[in-house]
């Protein structure tokens, strides 16, 4: 059996037949599950959160029984309990408050008895966290929805903020597409104060200390200190007593503002943001403004709802929203690492696929701030016309300019011109990149009380930044030739941590980070050996774990960060660490051969990996993301770079990913 010959790992040696048959079984278990059409979608798994509110969605509206969904939802949620008794935000994780309490509830719902074991031990955990009384805003909105809290217990945000000019401190472009999208049907629901139907009459009155009534001061975020919570929360007591006098038709006008926004992105059958809150809260709006359940509008949006779940023999749970423009773009570009023309024909046909979904006629909210730019992105999901994301953009971009470049043909130029234009046109004024917004870094809205979760904004971070940058990278842009590779050069330079590594927005999270960057300075053609690339490369091998793979927690994105935060090794964050490191020129390091060799000892004889842990992340703190495709298509990347780097074939050096 032959060995890969490398006298600079200092006896770390990777088998070449071994890496030969990981390469092989995991190629085809990809192609395997390629659907018809020629794109990937895996599951996108939150926390209880989703499947709880699917639950208490269906009772509010008093939807007909579907006892069979209800018993396999209610099997999840069982399942997925702490050991704490309550909930937490992913996999192994603390526990989590607003999540038990939904979770309790929607249990309850479904029948399960307060006093079984699960619900006396979700019980005492919540109890001993100072009960239901110290829920997240979303959560007490439910909650005053169901009358289970007063409306006093959510923060004042009137329906007439849809009539504010743009100059004012609050406005719907200073905030992010997500939370316009949620909160936008929410105003509607909050003017209105609708009462759940409730068929089975189901509260949680026993999970608060004192009566809901008596409850006085609500909690804030742990991240709004003064002067602007103290501001901020002055404001809320005015208009609390203000509101109820704002002259009719100023709200009359607000609501069909409200209505109109959300009815000119409703997205068909792919939803409001194409994201679960907002879907729920849209139909839950439209129940409130008298729409009849026959309605067009109501039932398109309701579907788009239905079209998250994801129902198994033994049970089911709702996704927050589906990522098929992103799963195939990332399959692509591993199918065409693997270097195999079977591998090469289907990735195309992938990226034959993405190209119609190209947005080319929609100037989305973004264009607010950018109006002079064209449209040109890809959306995240299926259909999200109004939100195109730029870390799906560049993504593309990186796997159809690959693809085309390697077998000599043009078929992807158009769209990747125009897919260029529009992320070069959505570049923030510091040099970085959000992901679907310019500029989008109001930081003080964060202190608004409705924003508990510090989840308001979505100012460019490092990540999404090494990511526009390997797209420009790749194309053949540098420093000296392009004005926008230069600005997000000085942006990165800028925001790397004093210990070497960079912030991972989107992924778990400073290893993402700084893979992230490391294929951006690659891709452009940044010296390895400038100090910003060796600090980094030094950082991921000083957090490899002992048995050669890398795990973070997603505790990393604590306030109070000091430090890394390690944990087991797991297969997308092994990946993504040494896929950086070789993107630093550190094929040779014994830190990648020992990373690939756990890579390929942890395979499955299915050709993927097992990885129960959550390393996506939707909101930090708040919202975590298991991508159940993660651990199927970046070991298989990874071990793919590598064979073909020491083998010196040189596939992929220069590629941005």
Request: aromatic share 10%; glycine share 8%.
């Amino acid at each position: 059996m032959t060995m890969i010959p490398n006298e600079e790992t200092n006896g770390a040696r990777v088998v070449s037949a071994d890496l030969d048959r990981a390469v092989r079984t995991g190629r085809d278990a990809l192609l395997a599950r390629q659907r018809e059409d020629g794109h990937w979608l895996f599951e996108l798994e939150a926390d209880a959160t989703i499947p709880a509110e699917y639950i208490l969605l269906r009772h509010y509206r008093g939807e007909p029984e579907d006892l069979e969904l209800e018993a396999k939802i209610a099997v999840y949620l069982r399942r997925i309990q702490g050991s704490h008794g309550g909930w937490p935000l992913f996999e192994g994780g603390a526990f989590d408050i607003s999540a038990s309490v939904k979770a309790y509830f929607a249990l309850k719902m479904i029948g399960d008895r307060p006093d079984e074991p699960h619900m006396q031990r979700a019980y005492e955990a919540i109890s001993a966290h100072g009960g239901a009384a110290k829920s997240n805003v979303f959560t007490r909105v439910l909650l005053a929805l169901y009358q289970v809290v007063p409306w006093r217990a959510v923060p004042v945000m009137p329906v007439e903020i849809m009539l504010l000019p743009r100059w004012f401190p609050f406005h719907l472009s200073k905030i992010s597409y997500w939370a316009r999208t949620v909160i936008v049907p929410l105003l509607i629901l909050q003017a209105l104060r609708p009462v759940a139907k409730n068929p089975r009459k189901i509260g949680i009155e026993e999970l608060f200390l004192e009566a809901p009534s008596k409850v006085r001061r609500w909690p804030k975020g742990p991240h709004q200190r003064p002067p602007y919570s103290q501001i901020f929360g002055g404001i809320d007591q005015v208009l609390r007593v203000a509101e109820p006098f704002f002259p009719r038709r100023w709200r009359q006008r607000a609501i069909e503002k409200a209505k109109e926004f959300v009815i000119e992105r409703l997205n068909g059958e792919d939803g409001l943001g194409a994201i679960y809150p907002a879907m729920a809260n849209t139909v839950m709006a439209f129940d409130a403004l008298g729409h009849r359940p026959d309605d067009p509008s109501i039932k398109v949006a309701r579907l788009a709802i239905e079209k998250l779940l994801v129902i198994k023999e033994e049970e089911a749970y709702c996704q927050p929203c589906v990522s098929p423009v992103w799963d195939t773009a990332l399959v692509c570009h591993t199918l065409l690492e693997s270097s195999e023309d079977p591998a090469a024909n289907e990735a195309h046909q992938g990226l034959v696929w993405l190209r119609p979904r190209q947005i080319l006629d929609v100037k989305g909210d973004w264009a607010v701030i950018r109006p002079d730019v064209r449209p040109g992105g890809w959306a995240f999901q299926y259909g999200n016309d109004h939100y195109p994301d730029l870390d799906d953009t560049a993504v593309v971009v990186l796997a159809m300019d690959r693809a085309q470049s390697a077998a000599g043909h043009r078929d992807f130029e158009v769209a990747i011109k125009r897919g260029r234009e529009w992320v070069e046109g959505l570049q923030s004024r510091n040099g970085g990149w959000g992901a679907f917004d310019a500029d989008n870094n109001y930081e003080y809205l964060n202190h608004i009380p409705f924003s508990d979760h510090g989840a308001l904004l979505d100012p460019p971070t490092a990540d999404v930044t090494g990511r526009c940058l390997s797209m420009f990278g790749q194309l053949g842009e540098t420093e000296r030739t392009s004005e926008a590779v230069a600005r997000a050069l000085d942006y990165l330079w800028r925001t790397q941590e004093k210990d070497g590594s960079w912030y991972g927005r989107w992924g778990v999270n400073y290893v993402y980070g700084t893979w992230s960057v490391l294929c951006g300075l690659n891709a452009v053609g940044v010296d390895p050996n400038a100090a910003q690339i060796r600090r980094a490369a030094a950082w991921l091998v000083s957090v490899q774990n002992a048995d050669g793979g890398w795990g973070e927690d997603c505790v990393s994105y604590k306030l109070d960060y000091t430090g890394f935060q390690g944990a087991p090794s797991a297969a997308s964050q092994t990946a993504w660490a040494v896929l950086g490191l070789m993107a630093a020129g550190e094929v040779h390091n014994p830190a990648v051969a020992t990373g690939v060799q756990w890579l390929v000892d942890h395979q499955a004889a299915d050709g993927f990996w097992a990885e129960n842990g959550y390393t996506g992340t939707g909101f930090p703190r708040v919202f975590y993301l298991r991508y159940h495709g993660y651990a199927k298509f970046f070991p298989l990347w990874a071990i793919s770079r590598y064979r073909n780097l020491m083998r010196g074939n040189g596939v992929g050096v220069l590629h941005g990913m």
